[in-house]
């Protein structure tokens, strides 16, 4: 009714246009200015977590707010080799301590578990006194949001601070949990928040889901690097209703999101991710075997995950440890810290674990198995396998122990009072899975060099086992890598791994948890099994009351009498108590705007907005019928709706 007024009065002044044009125009400029604050938001969290991280292991003395990359740059030495620099000082170095003796390792040690809990403690700590909604990845509850309910708090202006300075500590602890769910859950607040700028969304729910739906797809697009992936998120995975306007809005949000992360390039390349990387060399038809059969260990891999994580969620909302969430993220945060140190793979970040796992190997990849892949182009047995890469046996137990240890820890830290994502370990366990298995195939066809494909492929199969994403994740990992030649085997993967997982249970792990927490979600997705009927979830049920507003007998003290008793949104609307015929159905906020009309602008008394004809004749239907307290007007029929739109045809 609101934009009907405005468009009857554009021209009436020049004002009255210009108001006119910002109506139209509103949520264009609304989604423009979510992708640029969540792209600068994204860039700083980015570049605040690299620091932390990296205070983990020594600090640059000469400027303290460089992470160590940063601090080698600054130095006069020509090349950097990613370990030591005369800049930059790990923490037995600060205390006058050689760095390779027992002392030196004690002293890494020590900072490193320290700084694990210091970060850890202050994250819980934010989330518990100033945000409780800053916790998890955040997905779940923007699914069942953008599906029609209402969280009152969850988008609010402290949850999207707290998750973001929460996010940084996380991450920079040491935790087996990523910031690219929690970068969703972000975007979406600043979202809720600018939308109130903009009357047209902020008082609309329906309305301002169109553009949480294009804040779902900024946050992939700023957490992964991937725009288009970000919008195919958006529609496969979040959104429960997406019209083609919200695809060009998700889409116009999602590349200026990633415009304004690329200006502020937080990792220091030309790309938008940190573990780009690119692959040249092409697969041949047979190997799809393989990559099928990792489709199928990562199903089973994500399946188990989701029921253990799920069977420790309720066990921890049924115990004593979750009334003391804190202490359970410092015990959680002293388990992982003290196990991951002396493992070079669980020590350091996630990101940069998945980065060398996907790296290829050359002069600039120094890991113990790619010494072994270079060493490798003439053995043909166990003892000159060993002799040709001494470290490889070595790595290739590390890389099985890390693989176990990210397994479990992560299922124990997926829903601590911390923000936590499960993109990051995911990837990172399929990653090392299918990189152990390329290992293994290398040794029956040593002259093939192609296991780094098979970490790609294996991390895309592990998460899609957990999520059970298809579509976007393929665009998502196809953005991350480049691995334009790797689509097929990508797709064949995720397939299979979605098919296995679903063998097992049809939930992925955010409808997994919505159903733990109980959400008023239904999945449009799902096919409906049921074969009750409608009778059986009536509302009254037997035992329960039945508030209704009569037409003919109730006064206004009785109105207001119901409105103070009962704190149901709204009530149905009948002719008298002994008819019990339907007159219609009244929102509580309109009795309360009927009742004191001076806090509320005048009611509309006009019908129905078309805008909610179209979408009933774009949900399938062919003729509405009009009518007034139960009598037929008249009949509204999809050519003359289409007349209506286009006039002349």
């Known amino acids: 009714m609101r934009h009907r007024y405005i468009i009857k009065k554009k021209e009436d002044s020049y004002w009255d246009w210009v108001k006119s044009g910002h109506d139209a125009w509103s949520g264009w400029l609304c989604v423009f200015m979510v992708g640029v604050i969540a792209g600068a938001a994204a860039g700083m969290i980015d570049i605040g977590t690299s620091w932390m991280s990296d205070l983990r292991f020594g600090i640059c003395p000469e400027a303290f707010w460089f992470n160590q990359e940063q601090c080698c740059w600054s130095s006069n030495e020509t090349f950097y080799d990613g370990d030591n620099c005369s800049n930059w000082y790990s923490w037995p170095e600060v205390f006058n301590h050689v760095p390779d003796g027992a002392g030196a390792y004690i002293i890494s040690y020590l900072f490193y578990v320290l700084w694990s809990l210091l970060f850890a403690s202050l994250a819980a700590s934010l989330v518990m006194m100033f945000a409780p909604y800053a916790c998890g990845s955040g997905i779940p509850e923007i699914k069942t949001i953008l599906s029609g309910f209402i969280i009152r708090g969850y988008l609010g202006k402290w949850t999207l601070l707290i998750k973001s300075l929460g996010m940084i500590l996380a991450v920079s602890a040491g935790l087996s949990l990523g910031k690219e769910g929690p970068l969703v859950h972000v975007a979406c607040c600043i979202g809720n928040i600018l939308s109130y700028l903009f009357p047209k969304y902020g008082k609309n729910e329906a309305k301002k889901r169109e553009i949480l739906s294009a804040a779902a797809a900024v946050g992939v697009s700023v957490a992964f690097g991937a725009p288009i992936g970000g919008v195919l998120f958006s529609l496969e995975e979040a959104s429960y209703y997406f019209p083609l306007k919200t695809l060009w809005r998700s889409f116009f949000a999602a590349l200026m999101a990633a415009f304004v992360l690329r200006s502020i390039n937080p990792f220091g390349n030309e790309h938008l991710v940190l573990f780009y990387v690119e692959y040249n060399k092409p697969w041949i038809f047979i190997e799809l075997v393989p990559f099928i059969v990792l ?309 509309s008394l006009t019908k129905t907005p078309m805008e909610t004809v179209v979408g009933m004749f774009n949900w399938g239907s062919r003729q509405t019928l009009v009518t007034h307290n139960g009598r037929l007007l008249r009949i509204i029929t999809k050519k003359g709706c289409s007349r209506h739109q286009v006039p002349g045809e």
């Open 295 to 603: 489709g199928v260990i990562g199903g089973i891999i994500g399946t188990l995950f989701i029921k253990f994580n799920i069977k420790w969620c309720r066990f921890r909302k049924m115990s004593l440890v979750g009334q003391y969430p804190r202490l359970e993220v410092l015990i959680v945060t002293l388990i992982t810290a003290f196990i991951a140190y002396p493992n070079p793979y669980t020590r350091m970040n996630t990101s940069n674990l998945i980065y060398l796992l996907f790296s290829q190997c050359g002069v600039a990849n120094n890991d113990s198995l790619c010494d072994y892949q270079r060493n490798f182009t003439s053995a043909n047995t166990a003892i000159e396998i060993a002799a040709a890469g001494p470290g490889v046996l070595q790595a290739v137990w590390l890389l099985a122990l890390a693989l176990v240890f990210k397994c479990v820890v992560t299922v124990f830290t997926l829903g601590i009072k911390v923000p936590c994502g499960l993109f990051i370990p995911s990837l990172a366990m399929g990653a090392i899975i299918r990189r152990l298995v390329g290992v293994g195939l290398e040794q029956l066809a040593y002259h093939n060099q192609d296991w780094v494909v098979f970490a790609m492929v294996g991390a895309a199969a592990v998460l899609g086992g957990v999520t059970r994403m298809t579509v976007s994740f393929v665009v998502i990992m196809f953005e991350l890598t480049g691995g334009v030649r790797y689509i097929v085997p990508l797709m064949a993967a995720v397939m299979a791994s979605k098919w296995i997982g679903d063998a097992f249970g049809r939930e992925g792990i955010y409808d997994a948890h919505i159903i733990l927490n109980g959400y008023q979600f239904l999945d449009s997705k799902k096919e409906f099994s049921h074969t009750t009927l409608a009778h059986d979830v009536m509302k009254p049920g037997k035992h329960e009351s039945f508030f209704v507003i009569t037409q003919d007998s109730m006064t206004l003290d009785d109105v207001e009498q119901l409105l103070r008793e009962m704190d149901h949104n709204g009530f149905p609307v009948v002719v008298s108590w002994q008819s019990q015929y339907l007159v219609g159905f009244v929102a509580r906020r309109d009795l309360n705007i009927a009742i004191n009309p001076g806090s509320h602008p005048s009611p």
